[in-house]
């Protein structure tokens, strides 16, 4: 089996010896991504609804680094600084997983800086054919 390390174009840097994601033959597994720019700068501090958006935008873009979309996650673990969050960003996530949404869980926790307000994982299995 094959494992990379998967890291899209323009990711912002890991804040810990952590990779952005690692493909393991066809599982990717994606770090528990942050709403950080290129520069590790916070984006949308204290708007869950923008730091959700931005969150999955950055796993979308290592589901696709790897060769992968969306559709293919079938799990996702959810952290929220405060679950008064909950349904601003199950709004946000409801946009991004319309059809079979991904098993998951979620849970309230202390993030890693406190101007995080939501932190999302995901596991994903890619096909080794082409998508009809």
């Given at each position: 089996?094959?494992?990379?390390?998967?890291?899209?174009?323009?990711?912002?840097?890991?804040?810990?010896?952590?990779?952005?994601?690692?493909?393991?033959?066809?599982?990717?597994?994606?770090?528990?991504?942050?709403?950080?720019?290129?520069?590790?700068?916070?984006?949308?501090?204290?708007?869950?609804?923008?730091?959700?958006?931005?969150?999955?935008?950055?796993?979308?873009?290592v589901?696709?680094?790897?060769?992968?979309?969306?559709?293919?996650?079938?799990?996702?673990?959810?952290?929220?600084?405060?679950?008064?969050?909950?349904?601003?960003?199950?709004?946000?996530?409801?946009?991004?997983?319309?059809?079979?949404?991904?098993?998951?869980?979620?849970?309230?926790?202390?993030?890693?800086?406190s101007e995080?307000?939501?932190?999302?994982?995901?596991?994903?299995?890619?096909?080794?054919?082409?998508?009809?």
């Amino acid at each position: 089996m094959t494992i990379e390390a998967i890291t899209p174009a323009g990711a912002a840097p890991p804040m810990a010896p952590y990779s952005t994601a690692i493909k393991a033959g066809n599982n990717l597994y994606v770090s528990g991504m942050l709403a950080l720019d290129p520069d590790g700068k916070v984006v949308a501090e204290g708007d869950v609804v923008g730091q959700t958006r931005h969150v999955l935008e950055a796993i979308k873009a290592v589901l696709e680094t790897a060769g992968g979309t969306l559709e293919d996650v079938v799990f996702n673990t959810v952290l929220l600084k405060d679950l008064v969050d909950y349904s601003a960003m199950n709004a946000v996530y409801a946009e991004y997983f319309p059809k079979r949404p991904p098993a998951r869980y979620c849970i309230r926790a202390d993030l890693v800086r406190s101007e995080f307000l939501v932190e999302i994982a995901s596991v994903a299995y890619l096909e080794t054919f082409p998508r009809i």
